[in-house]
């Protein structure tokens, strides 16, 4: 019995070792996300009670046990930031629609304004704001800095403009700079409030706030996205988009990539987030991954060491992504489509 503990202790580090160094060395593949995973945290506790029990002194500080715990406390963090994303995700869901049945839903309506009301709820409880900017002759590449506190964030495309912003918020509001330099601009779009970018996670949380961005196509595009939390969905997938750098926290964030440029650099640095990105079958890519406690699902890439992934036509694609990903606590999904 002295030293049953010690023998318990000894089998799970060494299935446990097996198990992690088969996964980098992909000797199999564990389907079962981390996030699954960590749901599991209190058998954690059991166990290391039963540590206590198994020691001879009856001892709280008995190798098993002091796994045990060691194991279980980063796990039920994550479980608790996990719940905290999976709430801000249900408060910013309103009514989903797509691209085919949202012109059928407009049916009916004077406006764009009219539809806009319609969706976003009763418009003399929210404020809604106008802004652009004119595709001036001669310009040829934008840089956007967007800043973004607790909303739904949507991309669409405009061909009269260069840029266009619609904001329906029940707090705060926005503010539009934009600076011309020869054939480049620099679009500067941010929030005044900067109390409305920081939310605090509870069962009473009830954001109703909408941002929708409209961006020329035929413009080389630098892109670089703060949002603080909420739900965005952006579809670059017709846009020339060199580079995009994304810092969010408690948030969403769906980004569909082109295959409209030589090489594209994507940024993205989370904290307790839900970051899905999808990627071109014939562009290779490349993953860089920076932090711990990631939920991590490459579907369509092989794993090179510990922190790199790549495509199997990485090397011999014209055309290559490169994803540096800067995470603690995220759920990270990356797939080909």
């Not at 608790?80 to 797509?98: H, L, M, P, Q, Y």
Request: aromatic share 10%; net charge negative.
């Amino acid at each position: 019995m002295k030293n049953y503990s010690k023998v318990v202790l000894g089998v799970i580090l060494i299935v446990l070792g097996i198990i992690l160094l088969g996964n980098n060395y992909n000797w199999f593949n564990i389907n079962v996300s981390f996030r699954d995973l960590a749901k599991w945290w209190p058998l954690l506790l059991i166990v290391g009670g039963v540590g206590v029990f198994l020691n001879p002194d009856r001892r709280l500080a008995n190798p098993l046990t002091v796994l045990a715990i060691s194991f279980a406390i980063p796990l039920a963090l994550f479980a608790a930031a996990n719940d905290g994303v999976k709430k801000v995700e249900r408060s910013f869901k309103i009514d989903e629609f797509t691209d085919e049945n949202e012109s059928d839903r407009k049916e009916g309506y004077n406006s764009d304004e009219d539809w806009y009301k319609l969706k976003s709820g009763t418009s003399s409880e929210r404020k809604v704001q106008n802004f652009n900017i004119e595709n001036q002759l001669g310009i040829e590449r934008a840089k956007l800095d967007f800043g973004g506190g607790a909303a739904e964030f949507f991309l669409e495309i405009t061909k009269d403009n260069l840029f266009e912003a619609k904001t329906v918020l029940t707090k705060g509001s926005y503010k539009l700079e934009s600076d011309k330099s020869g054939s480049n601009v620099e679009v500067d779009f941010d929030m005044i409030d900067s109390d409305s970018k920081h939310v605090n996670i509870n069962d009473d949380m009830d954001f109703d706030n909408d941002v929708y961005l409209k961006l020329n196509p035929a413009v080389l595009w630098d892109i670089r996205l703060g949002i603080g939390a909420g739900d965005l969905d952006f579809d670059f997938s017709k846009f020339k988009v060199e580079r995009i750098k994304v810092e969010t926290g408690v948030a969403a964030i769906k980004i569909k990539l082109s295959d409209l440029l030589k090489e594209v650099e994507v940024e993205v640095k989370s904290g307790v987030a839900k970051v899905n990105i999808e990627v071109p079958k014939g562009v290779g890519c490349r993953i860089d991954l920076d932090g711990a406690m990631n939920s991590k699902n490459f579907s369509g890439f092989n794993k090179i060491d510990n922190d790199c992934w790549e495509t199997s036509n990485f090397d011999s694609a014209q055309k290559k992504i490169y994803i540096d990903l800067d995470s603690g606590l995220t759920s990270l999904n990356i797939s080909r489509y």
